[in-house]
T-cell receptor
């Protein structure tokens, strides 16, 4: 089945620094990937839709200058949290779909970000 | 836009009993309804899904029913086991490829031995 790989799984950074999270579709091409944020005991909240070769589409309330998304190839999307603050600490999960096969959404393992 | 509600938020059942989780959606254009299981600190895993042209789908101990008229769908787990304990999310999406997923708030299921 479709596999989505996400790295790193955990990251601790100091306030004010930037963190990059990678999301890869390993055995399929994904023209679109999705980035979610999940706070403890809460649901998955869509942050942005990453489109290969074009600008990402951000959900209302998500700062595009703070959460930089790059989808440079059909198998890789990156999310960079810039000038991270403690309130950015969360579980970030990417997902992708094999549009060629009209398949369900598959998730990466997630990245636990802790900003100190 | 689409709004998905999910009930109950927590559910405890005895091992061997059945568990039912219900979701409602607001947009009649939604046509794809997956269910995901998420264990603590792990990725959501698709467990079953249903499309709007089907009223019911079953996979071993798991079944999903869909009522398009009432705009609700339910997850049924029979003969529950401790390893079924997790958070379950329903979702609704629309479009030819179901790209615009909206997730419910989740149900924390605890199966007591």
């Amino acid at each position: 089945g479709a596999v989505v790989s996400q790295h790193p799984s955990r990251v601790i950074c100091k306030s004010g620094t930037s963190v990059k999270i990678e999301c890869r579709s390993l055995d399929f091409q994904a023209t679109t990937m999705f980035w979610y944020r999940q706070f403890p005991k809460q649901s998955l909240m869509l942050m942005a839709t990453s489109n290969e070769g074009s600008k990402a589409t951000y959900e209302q309330g998500v700062e595009k200058d703070k959460f930089l998304i790059n989808h440079a190839s059909l198998t890789l999307s990156t999310l960079t949290v810039t000038s991270a603050h403690p309130e950015d600490s969360s579980f970030y999960i990417c997902s992708a779909r094999d549009l060629a096969g009209n398949s369900p959404l598959h998730f990466g393992n997630g990245t636990r970000l802790t900003v100190t | 836009g689409e709004n998905v509600e999910q009930h109950p938020s927590t559910l405890s059942v005895q091992e061997g009993d059945s568990a039912v989780i219900k979701c409602t959606y607001s947009d009649s254009a939604s046509n794809y309804f997956p269910w995901y299981k998420q264990e603590l600190g792990k990725r959501p895993q698709l467990i079953i899904d249903i499309r709007s042209n089907v009223g019911e789908k079953k996979d071993q101990r798991i079944a999903v029913t869909l009522n398009k008229t009432a705009k609700h769908f339910s997850l049924h787990i029979t003969e529950t086991q401790p390893e079924d304990s997790a958070v379950y999310f329903c979702a609704a999406s629309m479009g030819n490829y179901g790209q615009n997923f909206v997730f419910g708030p989740g149900t924390r299921l605890s199966v007591l031995p």
